[in-house]
């Protein structure tokens, strides 16, 4: 099976990664592991690109961005992969409105400080889903995570020109 044929099994719930997960097996895992693994989102958020942590991911081709616009089923699950990165990071979506949850905090969700591989992935994510035909959760993604980390006052102006960038 080639790689394009991978990650379309992999987001249909017919495949597996490089490590025999499959795409629900992930969004059952807690924080701690989402935090301390870093071969995961690259399955999750596909981009053209290929990443310095996983050479074993997939990349986002052509034929993989239009089976994400043909069908509404990856696009969903991506969605639902979104909700399980947002809740990690301490966000919620209402209706495509993404805000910080209650509890938000600097001591508890790690990527409110001035950088670090949570700023990776969230470029990653803003990225992917709007090559993935979501723009406008790509927008509004970028939108909470800019808002928010400028609130914050922590997150650096580098990641937030990343995450302007980004679409």
């Avoid at 639902?80 to 905090?105: H, K, T």
């Avoid at 994510?125 to 995570?145: D, G, K, N, T």
Wanted: proline share 4%.
């Amino acid at each position: 099976m080639g790689n394009d044929e991978r990650l379309i099994a992999f987001y249909r719930g017919e495949g597996h990664d490089h490590k025999g997960r499959r795409l629900e097996d992930i969004w059952a895992l807690p924080s701690f592991w989402l935090e301390h693994t870093h071969d995961y989102i690259q399955w999750l958020f596909p981009i053209p690109e290929m990443g310095r942590f996983n050479a074993f991911a997939p990349l986002l081709t052509p034929e993989v961005q239009m089976a994400f616009e043909k069908e509404a089923l990856l696009r969903q699950r991506q969605q639902q992969s979104l909700d399980v990165m947002l809740n990690f990071f301490g966000l919620e979506c209402d209706e495509r409105f993404i805000s910080a949850q209650s509890d938000l905090s600097i001591q508890t969700h790690i990527w409110l400080k001035a950088g670090g591989h949570n700023h990776l992935r969230i470029t990653r994510i803003i990225r992917s889903l709007a090559l993935c035909h979501q723009p406008e959760l790509a927008r509004a993604f970028q939108q909470a995570v800019i808002d928010i980390g400028t609130q914050h006052g922590i997150v650096s102006d580098k990641s937030l020109s990343y995450w302007r960038c980004a679409l």
